[in-house]
């Protein structure tokens, strides 16, 4: 269609930046009158009506569009993905439904076109779709997968296998309201997405108010999906085998009248107008059913079946991705938009229904788009140990505060994939109790308790972050050496975090039982690579790995992450009795300052030990001692905090929401370390040092830490066998001074 000046005159200006229009027809007359929601109203009154069906088609092919326009206009980006979900997408928003996560990151662009049609996107400047092509996939812009920056996008998405979790915490902290949650099917390949929604509904079978959508297209990133081969009545069996009681399966091909060649897979953009309607029709009943069903207390799940990039410029795996060929005047991008152009007044219709659904824009309306309310914790029973006293076993300091904050804050969740009686931390199962549905007293367990223990740490992981995210307190707890399964989550949480327009509580987690306590069972439990993995997070600017030196040091740790709002904090500490070596007093100095000095013998030590961990410590004063007694003056600084020993340049704090700039000063750094040798110590990797060897104007360092494991009867001979041993300490210091 060619747009007169009269016509351009008219154009809602939205449109400005849409290329091609078409002519309305006579349904459009027909079944466009006006808006199906009307005024006042946030969902279609009747999903059967007409109307209803015919301006969910528009709205599916609007998105399609947006989809296509909006990645080709930088010929990057992922629009088949998402064009094969579009029915299901354009539904569940007709019916009123806008809190929707995604698993899926690739189909950013279709969820950012989602924004910009309900007017979200005006939260950023974008009003246009010129502006929306101007935006996409620049800084300060539309990340090319989705973010917390985003106005109106409930969680991020990264790694396949994550967007299940958001859906779950949603469904938990907000009854009544429903979460659906897109899962490509090249991530239900990943094992996890059903095992989590499995041990959740196991978990807490009351909670159904969430509501997986699969996009069962058959094409993965660059090949058919693993489930591609999967009938349907399989497919239907492998959901009810995870407990869902009810399965919506909607199959474009039942509704083929193009006879499409190529397998189970068609698109059902290629059918007839009356076949494309009567499959919307089908796909906004099925949506409809199941989010009534899920809201009245059904686990349901819906799944669009239909061929990966329909609608848009290829087929298959091949419409994955677009490549520098794919600019608007490629001749598939082209005619692929020609096809799927709409009449101007159907964009207008579509904006209005966009716009009134769920009660106006997702930015303003979704759970995620205002600061959700805490219950006060009031002062935290910490404990004050006696510095020399007997040793104490920090993690279980750390749980009796755990055990406070989860009475007062019921929403609160501890999450263990390798049971917290490993970690010391029995207390809190004691307390807070395991949810199962088996009440046993034995082993703290019943209904409705707050630690939950699949034995996954993706799902361990996945829930207390995504519980943070939206707004609710929440505990990891894990073996050091198994967190690194749980990771991608927490990261991709705690960077959408540095990126969020609202403060929300901090994601924490205790790491326990680290590779110097876990000598007996060999290599497989000690992987301190997951320090060298934080210690590049650190940088991001709202990451904290943060290493208390005894039972007071760790209650300081944990009231301080308490309070702080959109950051990630990692507590590593050990479940082995261990000396008190400073007063909670000094653990909130050590926390401020990034470290504390533990011993000094004179004013002016030769050397300096930089160590990381409360175990490490071990060997150091050991060595401190010996050296002494050669006349070698010594100090022993315990690196609490590492992040604030970096310099500010260091790190992108500034970038981040809720931003924090605290860095110790050159002099206070000068008073920790200033020496005449160096030398750092760690039971873990030696990354975690780098913010003291940055800094540090020593000439002569030296670093021990951690090299492999082995299957040992003592912590003390797994440090040996790393060379963390006193002997070894002495003799590198004595060469060093020479």
């Known amino acids: 269609m060619v747009v007169t000046p009269q016509q351009l005159s008219t154009l809602p200006a939205f449109c400005e930046g849409i290329q091609y229009f078409a002519e309305p027809g006579d349904l459009f007359a027909i079944h466009s009158k006006q808006p199906v929601i009307t005024q006042g109203q946030d969902a279609v009154a009747d999903p059967a009506d007409p109307e209803a069906v015919f301006q969910t088609l528009l709205a599916a092919d609007a998105l399609r569009y947006l989809t296509l326009q909006i990645t080709a206009s930088k010929a990057s980006g992922h629009p088949g993905g998402f064009a094969s979900s579009a029915e299901a997408v354009a539904a569940l928003f007709m019916l009123g439904h806008k809190n929707m996560p995604t698993e899926v990151g690739h189909h950013a662009p279709g969820y950012y076109s989602a924004m910009f049609l309900d007017r979200s996107l005006e939260a950023m400047g974008i009003e246009t779709v010129a502006q929306l092509r101007e935006r996409y996939r620049e800084r300060h812009g539309l990340l090319g997968h989705l973010s917390g920056f985003i106005p109106g996008i409930l969680s991020p998405a990264g790694p396949l296998g994550q967007g299940q979790h958001f859906a779950m915490a949603g469904a938990k902290l907000y009854p009544g309201t429903l979460f659906p949650v897109t899962i490509g099917d090249g991530g239900l390949g990943e094992p996890y997405v059903l095992s989590a929604f499995g041990h959740f509904h196991t978990a807490f079978p009351e909670i159904t108010n969430f509501l997986p959508v699969l996009v069962w297209n058959g094409f993965s990133q660059e090949h058919h999906s693993m489930v591609s081969t999967v009938g349907n009545e399989a497919m239907i069996n492998l959901w009810r085998a995870q407990g869902f009681e009810e399965v919506f399966l909607v199959d474009a091909k039942s509704f083929d009248d193009q006879d499409q060649q190529g397998g189970p897979y068609v698109d059902s953009t290629r059918f007839g107008f009356t076949q494309r309607l009567a499959f919307t029709a089908a796909v906004l009943a099925a949506a409809h059913r199941a989010a009534q069903a899920a809201l009245g207390g059904k686990l349901c799940v819906l799944i669009i079946k239909q061929l990966k990039g329909a609608g848009v410029h290829a087929h298959g795996a091949k419409s994955h991705n677009l490549y520098a060929q794919h600019t608007l005047d490629n001749p598939d991008i082209v005619s692929a938009l020609q096809s799927r152009a709409l009449p101007p007044e159907a964009w207008a219709?579509?904006?209005?229904?966009?716009?009134?659904?769920?009660?106006?824009?997702?930015?303003?309306?979704?759970?995620?788009?205002?600061?959700?309310?805490?219950?006060?914790?009031?002062?935290?029973?910490?404990?004050?140990?006696?510095?020399?006293?007997?040793?104490?076993?920090?993690?279980?300091?750390?749980?009796?505060?755990?055990?406070?904050?989860?009475?007062?804050?019921?929403?609160?969740?501890?999450?263990?994939?390798?049971?917290?009686?490993?970690?010391?931390?029995?207390?809190?199962?004691?307390?807070?109790?395991?949810?199962?549905?088996?009440?046993?007293?034995?082993?703290?367990?019943?209904?409705?308790?707050?630690?939950?223990?699949?034995?996954?740490?993706?799902?361990?992981?996945?829930?207390?972050?995504?519980?943070?995210?939206?707004?609710?307190?929440?505990?990891?707890?894990?073996?050091?050496?198994?967190?690194?399964?749980?990771?991608?989550?927490?990261?991709?949480?705690?960077?959408?975090?540095?990126?969020?327009?609202?403060?929300?509580?901090?994601?924490?987690?205790?790491?326990?039982?680290?590779?110097?306590?876990?000598?007996?069972?060999?290599?497989?439990?000690?992987?301190?690579?997951?320090?060298?993995?934080?210690?590049?997070?650190?940088?991001?600017?709202?990451?904290?790995?943060?290493?208390?030196?005894?039972?007071?040091?760790?209650?300081?740790?944990?009231?301080?992450?308490?309070?702080?709002?959109?950051?990630?904090?990692?507590?590593?500490?050990?479940?082995?009795?261990?000396?008190?070596?400073?007063?909670?007093?000094?653990?909130?100095?050590?926390?401020?300052?990034?470290?504390?000095?533990?011993?000094?013998?004179?004013?002016?030590?030769?050397?300096?030990?930089?160590?990381?961990?409360?175990?490490?410590?071990?060997?150091?004063?050991?060595?401190?001692?010996?050296?002494?007694?050669?006349?070698?003056?010594?100090?022993?600084?315990?690196?609490?905090?590492?992040?604030?020993?970096?310099?500010?340049?260091?790190?992108?704090?500034?970038?981040?929401?809720?931003?924090?700039?605290?860095?110790?000063?050159?002099?206070?750094?000068?008073?920790?370390?200033?020496?005449?040798?160096?030398?750092?110590?760690?039971?873990?990797?030696?990354?975690?040092?780098?913010?003291?060897?940055?800094?540090?104007?020593?000439?002569?360092?030296?670093?021990?830490?951690?090299?492999?494991?082995?299957?040992?009867?003592?912590?003390?001979?797994?440090?040996?066998?790393?060379?963390?041993?006193?002997?070894?300490?002495?003799?590198?210091?004595?060469?060093?001074?020479?």
């Open 349 to 738: 219709l579509v904006r209005a229904n966009f716009e009134r659904a769920g009660g106006g824009p997702a930015a303003r309306v979704a759970v995620t788009e205002s600061v959700r309310p805490l219950p006060q914790l009031g002062e935290l029973p910490c404990e004050a140990f006696e510095v020399g006293g007997p040793a104490k076993v920090a993690t279980t300091a750390m749980g009796n505060l755990v055990a406070a904050v989860g009475r007062a804050d019921r929403s609160f969740i501890v999450s263990n994939a390798d049971g917290n009686e490993a970690s010391g931390i029995a207390n809190i199962n004691q307390a807070l109790r395991i949810v199962h549905p088996t009440a046993d007293a034995l082993y703290y367990q019943e209904p409705g308790g707050q630690v939950y223990e699949p034995l996954s740490e993706d799902a361990c992981a996945g829930l207390a972050a995504a519980l943070s995210l939206l707004g609710c307190r929440s505990l990891w707890c894990s073996y050091e050496s198994f967190a690194i399964n749980g990771l991608p989550i927490w990261q991709t949480v705690t960077q959408a975090m540095a990126e969020l327009r609202r403060p929300t509580p901090s994601t924490v987690c205790l790491f326990t039982a680290g590779a110097l306590e876990q000598g007996r069972n060999g290599w497989t439990h000690q992987r301190p690579e997951i320090e060298n993995y934080f210690a590049a997070l650190m940088r991001n600017g709202n990451v904290y790995p943060v290493f208390p030196v005894d039972a007071n040091s760790i209650q300081a740790t944990y009231t301080w992450a308490l309070g702080t709002v959109n950051k990630g904090i990692a507590i590593f500490a050990s479940k082995t009795p261990l000396p008190v070596r400073i007063t909670l007093d000094q653990g909130r100095q050590a926390l401020a300052e990034g470290a504390i000095t533990l011993l000094q013998s004179s004013e002016t030590p030769r050397v300096t030990f930089a160590v990381v961990g409360d175990m490490a410590l071990l060997p150091v004063f050991e060595a401190a001692q010996s050296l002494a007694a050669l006349g070698i003056a010594g100090r022993i600084v315990s690196v609490v905090n590492p992040r604030r020993l970096y310099r500010p340049s260091d790190v992108a704090w500034q970038s981040c929401s809720e931003a924090d700039g605290e860095f110790l000063s050159d002099e206070g750094f000068e008073r920790l370390f200033g020496t005449e040798v160096l030398v750092g110590v760690t039971g873990g990797a030696g990354g975690m040092l780098e913010p003291v060897f940055l800094r540090s104007q020593a000439r002569r360092r030296e670093t021990f830490c951690w090299k492999r494991g082995e299957t040992t009867a003592s912590p003390g001979e797994l440090m040996a066998f790393n060379g963390l041993t006193a002997a070894s300490l002495c003799e590198r210091v004595q060469q060093l001074l020479l």
